[in-house]
């Protein structure tokens, strides 16, 4: 499953440099996870041909667009305020439209126009390339809906505009939609059965960020590891493949393998990987290229092998245990992080403690922590009552959040005394004597800004830091 950024972030708008001639404005904003930032590119894309110009200023916008997140409750809470503000402005400007993208859109369809008296567009997230017809309908005074899932769509011929991009990272996608079908989870129904994106459409892309002088790319799907491209068509689909296409396809190893060889000066980053499907020649292929950063996000959700099962997630714990240990002994600077949802339907005291258990296990350098929300429509909601109280998943929480600060800061410590690489990303937000970047592992490191520039790979002497940020001194550029 993709990394959620954080559902209490603001959404972002996102603005683009303008196109000459356009005379539409389209606000654009997204909550939720990296795919949700990565589609509205997309989105921007397909509409600066169709007349429209990006503004930052929601009351001066033709068109209000906003890209959502139905992974936990309080997402789709967040989403329901954004549009009360909407609709405060549209009162000031009757003219402006609204229109709601992505996983909310899917999951409530065109429910969303009698709950929502506000929206006038409804549109999934495999149904993009609609927008220009879907337009067309709106200005006629029409409500317009296009949730249609998909079974081929990648948008690997659309060129992604970046938006607000800091021109040094950028975010590529690889895969769309899951397989898996965690009974926790709504992304299997909102953006459907999983295919992968042609590699020399990925390869086109990375060309063009290049020649733009990105410096690090992360690949992007809700499940990486489970890339394969055969010549197009859903996952599922691949044993009625040809033996050729058999024969000529490209798995995730693969692909990395492809991309690190070609592009040696280029980071990489990927995310997210799934236990089960990850395997040791990704690992293998990241321990042979400098250029693939030492970082995985590897969600693992609970530490008892009774809650998994009930989860779904067809691993056990010893299982995920194996595959630490063997991304430790070829990777051991490998820095890991996890994802791990407290108070899931039946998870008991003993349940809990295995979970703190496994942490101690495996000292995550960072993790993502959630109480269960349950989602309709999933096997957990049909099946399985919500049974953990509030208080006993916030008070779980708590600990399991406590437990990672601890090793988090336990793994920032060990890199006091080193001299680490870091690509420099942007301007600290508590200083703007310092520069901000990311070294391998994915740490922040923050340090004095001297003569070096945004982009500039810096070779920063690590001398205090925090349970989240390493703080340090550059030392020069990198070899
Ligand atoms: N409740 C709480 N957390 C969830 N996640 C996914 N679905 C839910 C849910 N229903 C978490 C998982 C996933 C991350 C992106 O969001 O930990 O890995
Ligand atoms: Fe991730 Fe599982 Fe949801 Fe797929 S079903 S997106 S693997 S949590």
Redesign the pocket.
Known sequence: ??KIIDENIQGQSLVLDPKKGNQRKLFIESYGCQMNFSDSEIVASILAKEGFNTTQNLEDADLVLVNTCSIREKAELTVRKRLEKYNAVKKINPGMKVGVLGCMAERLKSKFLEEEKIVDLVVGPDAYKDLPNLIEEVDAGRNAVNVILSKEETYGDISPVRLQSNGVSAFVSITRG?D???TF?V??FTRGRERSRDPQSIIKEIDELVDKNFKEITLLG??VDSYLWYGGGLKKDFDKASDFQKATAVNFAKLLDMVALKYPKLRLRFTTS?PQDMTLDVIEVMAKHQNICKYIHL?IQSGSDRILKEMNRLHTRQEYFDLIDNIKRIIPNCAISQDIITGFPTETEKDHQDTLSLMEYVKYDYGFMFAYSERPGTLAERKMDDDVPEEVKKRRLAEIIALQRKHSEHRHRAFIGQTLEVLIEKESKKSDAHWSGRTTQNTVAVFPKENYQIGDFVMVHIDDCTSATLLGKAVGIAP
């Open positions: 499953m993709e899951c898996n079908m965690c989870c992304v299997p809700q499940n799934n969600p």
